[in-house]
């Protein structure tokens, strides 16, 4: 590319998991029926007073916090000014002076290498109004006026595209895990403006911001098009102007919009109706300590057990699954995901139910998993009594009795294990070294002969008795 440079920054905007908005009692609630979540604080009617939401100060500060960010502790509210139909006051109250958190970091993965980037800032603002252009109108829904935002401001330490994603997604997954965002891209709760330069040198080129991409993969395709239009505008000698822009998915390219404001244009100045918010050390540390286990922590519990690194992003990317696993003690994980992800899975989606609403219980998963350990039932087995694990109350061995079949008689089998153990004479050695595996190896190699028609119980049985006549 001429050897030009790439130089990226993201602007995040994230909507805040609370109950109601930023400055206002109104619901912060998603719904198709426009204008059902407003009131005269959302417009600024004379006479009223915002007040400022708690809860809303706690989610950010646990952003700030999962980014590394110094905190601010005495922060001040301000108001940007700009005139736009979306915006009834006629301002947005933000954080220009005092944001929240400051000079942070979040690292990504790009193929083998770790790299860090900047957080510039995470200040706390409203959001605007929804505009919805409807052939020759527009239209407005004021639901999402005064929803608690996040905006979260990265340095400008991305190069690629693929850096550009694995940021977005990262931080995206962090703020999921922690309950600060449910991270809807398609609602409009998480929303990219994706800052794009290119040069030559060291000196940063002059940037475009894309607004409002809609989806993470578009991040990194807006990172490489944008790029790749301004590299052909300075070769063909045109200058390169600071811009808003839109990405058109269809045509996969960027489209104006209009000429970049500057910082002047908003005027901004403190909010009288706020007296200076304290951030006490009890609060931040009560956040600290409200702060669930993350996803790399997550991992790493996983990539113990010997999880494959494909079913690990499978469960991180279930939540409801991966908050389940960590609460099975002294459980083979391993075992137990292979079943959540898979069988156990395709019964609850089948049925329309999760898992708590059966009756298939944490401790009756806990047994099947060491049956399953120890081959005491095959997976076959499993299959089998499914069902009756999720509608009926009764024990998992009564269940096995009751539902599992076995279709090879004793004798068969006893000529099996005895087969098993002529072919498999490190293991019967090993089995009289007092090495445990050797016996759930031979068991394993009993139900595959058998295709688990086998009884567990009988053909363990009959494995113990002929190991101790050998």
């Known amino acids: 590319m001429n050897n030009y440079q790439t130089t990226v920054g993201i602007e995040i905007h994230c909507e805040l998991k609370t109950k109601s908005k930023m400055f206002s009692p109104s619901e912060n609630g998603y719904t198709k029926d426009a204008n059902q979540h407003i009131n005269e604080v959302d417009f600024a009617y004379p006479g009223v007073l915002p007040t400022i939401n708690e809860n809303a100060v706690r989610l950010a500060l646990r952003a700030a916090l999962l980014l590394n960010c110094r905190i601010n502790k005495t922060m001040y509210f301000d108001r940007k000014n700009y005139f736009y139909p979306d915006l009834p006051k006629g301002y947005q109250i933000t954080q220009a002076r005092t944001p929240i958190g400051v000079d942070g970091y979040l690292e990504i993965e790009v193929g083998e290498e770790t790299k860090k980037i900047g957080i510039h800032d995470i200040h706390i603002e409203e959001d605007t109004a929804k505009s919805i252009h409807h052939q020759q109108r527009t239209l407005l829904d004021f639901n999402r006026c005064g929803v608690p935002l996040i905006e979260i401001v990265s340095e400008p330490d991305i190069h690629t595209k693929e850096e550009a994603v694995a940021y977005v997604h990262k931080l995206k997954e962090l703020f999921f895990y922690a309950d600060i965002s449910d991270c809807k891209i398609e609602e409009g709760s998480m929303r ?87 951030l006490t050390d009890e609060f931040i540390d009560s956040t600290k300590k409200s702060l669930p286990v993350m996803p790399d922590e997550r991992r790493k519990v996983y990539q113990e057990y010997g999880i494959s690194e494909i079913n690990i992003e499978k469960i991180i990317a279930n939540k409801p699954v991966s908050d389940y696993l960590l609460t099975l003690e002294n459980t083979n994980l391993k075992i137990a995901s292979n079943l959540l992800l898979g069988d156990i899975a395709a019964y609850l989606n089948k049925t329309n139910q999760t898992i708590e609403q059966t009756c298939f219980t944490k401790e009756k998963l806990k047994q099947v998993v060491q049956k399953l350990e120890t081959n005491e039932i095959s997976h076959n087995t499993f299959k089998e009594i499914l069902t009756a694990l999720f509608e009926k109350e009764e024990s998992v061995d009564a269940i096995i009795q009751k539902y599992a079949s076995s279709t090879i008689s004793e004798e068969d089998l006893f000529s099996i294990v005895n087969q098993v153990i002529d072919e498999n004479p490190n293991s019967v050695q090993d089995y009289k070294d007092g090495k445990d595996r050797a016996i759930k190896y031979l068991m394993g190699q009993i139900m595959k002969a058998t295709k688990g028609s086998a009884d567990p119980a009988k053909a363990n049985r009959l494995l113990t008795e002929e190991l101790q006549k050998r």
């Open 192 to 278: 990219c403006d994706v800052n794009v330069s290119v040069s030559k040198d060291e000196t940063l080129g002059t940037r475009t911001e894309t607004k409002n991409v809609g989806s993470i993969s578009s991040v990194g395709e807006v990172v490489e098009v944008e790029a790749q239009r301004q590299i052909e505008e300075l070769t063909s000698g045109n200058k390169i102007y600071e811009e808003t822009r839109r990405y058109d998915e269809a045509a996969r390219k960027t489209v104006l919009m209009r000429r970049k404001e500057t910082g002047n244009d908003y005027r901004y100045f403190p909010d009288g109706d706020f007296p200076p918010l304290v």
